[in-house]
Nanobody, 116 residues
Framework: QVQLVESGGGLVQPGGSLRLSCAASEFFFKMYRMSWFRQAPGDERELVATIASSDSSTTYGDFAKGRFTISRDNAKKTVSLEMNSLKPEDTAVYYC?????????WGQGTQVTVSS
């Protein structure tokens, strides 16, 4: 069982930045594909960004391209999401996700609120 703990959420003004972090308990962290998802009230959970286990290649949701950056540190077993130029519509609970084979684990989520 992989435990994922997110941190870094909070209240930020439009145009501001936040950095989310996710710490994993799994010894074999480097084998997991890591992702950030988000879910706003009344909406479905959507993919924000993914970083591969093999070559750290990345994929982003259209809304995140050019504003968000996902990265991972396999030695520290962490994955981060740098978010810039935040908009009110980025307000959501952000979840860390780890996938490998049939394993699919979620963190508890961290709230991001973009408001003036």
């Amino acid at each position: 069982q992989v435990q994922l703990v997110e941190s870094g959420g909070g209240l930020v003004q439009p145009g501001g930045s936040l950095r989310l972090s996710c710490a994993a308990s799994e010894f074999f962290f480097k084998m997991y594909r890591m992702s950030w998802f988000r879910q706003a009230p009344g909406d479905e959970r959507e993919l924000v960004a993914t970083i591969a286990s093999s070559d750290s290649s990345t994929t982003y949701g259209d809304f995140a391209k050019g504003r968000f950056t996902i990265s991972r540190d396999n030695a520290k077993k962490t994955v981060s999401l740098e978010m810039n130029s935040l908009k009110p519509e980025d307000t959501a609970v952000y979840y860390c996700n780890a996938r490998y084979s049939t394993d699919n684990f979620w963190g508890q989520g961290t709230q991001v609120t973009v408001s003036s």
